[in-house]
């Protein structure tokens, strides 16, 4: 894809994301002496991104939501092509569509909230919020699952195992806080509140940031996206492989437990014969 490698989107959008945080941090903390905002003793991401910082929370927010929902996108178009370990059920594919669908709203719900700022627009403000955060978990829970789905049939890929549980983790953690965070504003726990929505911010840096797992596996198909022959992508393998001290693909993906996975991904026409059982002699 013009030169980039895949994995490098969910890095860059991550980074753009934390870059975004910690400007307003500190610019809130540091330049500007930690002053109160708003009437309330509390300081939300959205009360800092209210006033001069607002340009920069639209700005990056823009910029993180939709890289990240081209990563979800991504993922469904390399996995489609074989460049990922392939679906292997309709409901693979639904499951993946509507971690898409999913994601798209929580992006649209973040570049909402960061255009009707806290302050002028309070109720919508909230209502977008609580879509951004619904869309991601939401999301996160359908690829999850998905992952879930994948893992079954490719138990020998251990990115898809790493992948399955630190997504199942953000779920948890981001879900749990989430609920806290409703909780302490219906309470009118500000700092606390506030607080949370911090770490909720931080950690789905960490989320981004675990996609770039997903896309190891397409880092060695690279090569062979462009329009080239089933030969002509075999012969290549073949020669990488050699080049790896190996005498063949199949040998090559015995070693490291992908037996077949040339053949289910669609690339190339390697198959593995399975060898001839070795029957003992009864000559004693």
């Not at 506030?194 to 397409?218: G, K, N």
Request: hydrophobic residues 45%; glycine residues 8%.
């Amino acid at each position: 894809m013009l030169g980039i490698s895949y994995w490098m989107i969910p890095v860059f959008s991550g980074i753009v994301w934390l870059a975004m945080l910690l400007a307003m941090l500190l610019t809130w903390t540091v330049a500007d002496g930690a002053p109160i905002i708003t009437p309330m003793d509390k300081e939300y991401i959205s009360d800092i991104g209210a006033h001069e910082l607002q340009p920069l929370f639209i700005a990056m927010g823009t910029v993180t939501v939709v890289t990240f929902n081209i990563v979800f996108i991504s993922e469904r178009w390399l996995r489609h092509n074989g460049r990922l370990h392939g679906n292997t059920s309709i409901f693979q594919k639904v499951l993946s569509s509507l971690a898409i669908i999913c994601s798209l709203a929580g992006g649209i719900g973040l570049i909402c909230l960061t255009c009707l700022n806290d302050v002028k627009h309070h109720t919508a403000h909230d209502i977008c919020l609580a879509i951004f955060i619904g869309g991601y978990i939401l999301s996160a829970i359908f690829i999850c699952w998905e992952y879930q789905r994948l893992g079954i049939h490719y138990r020998q890929h251990r990115v898809l195992r790493i992948s399955f549980w630190v997504k199942l983790t953000f779920i948890i953690v981001e879900l749990g806080m989430a609920i806290g965070f409703g909780i302490c504003n219906r309470k009118s726990w500000w700092n606390t509140a506030a607080i949370l929505e911090w770490v909720i911010a931080f950690i789905y840096t960490f989320y981004v940031w675990s996609f770039a797992i997903d896309f190891i596996p397409a880092i060695r198909t690279k090569n062979y996206e462009s329009g080239d022959t089933e030969v002509e992508v075999a012969m290549a393998m073949e020669e990488e492989s050699r080049q790896r001290g190996f005498s063949s693909v199949e040998e090559e993906q015995r070693r490291y437990g992908n037996v077949g996975s040339a053949a289910s991904s669609g690339v190339g026409n390697a198959k593995y014969q399975p060898e001839e059982p070795v029957v003992p002699s009864r000559n004693f």
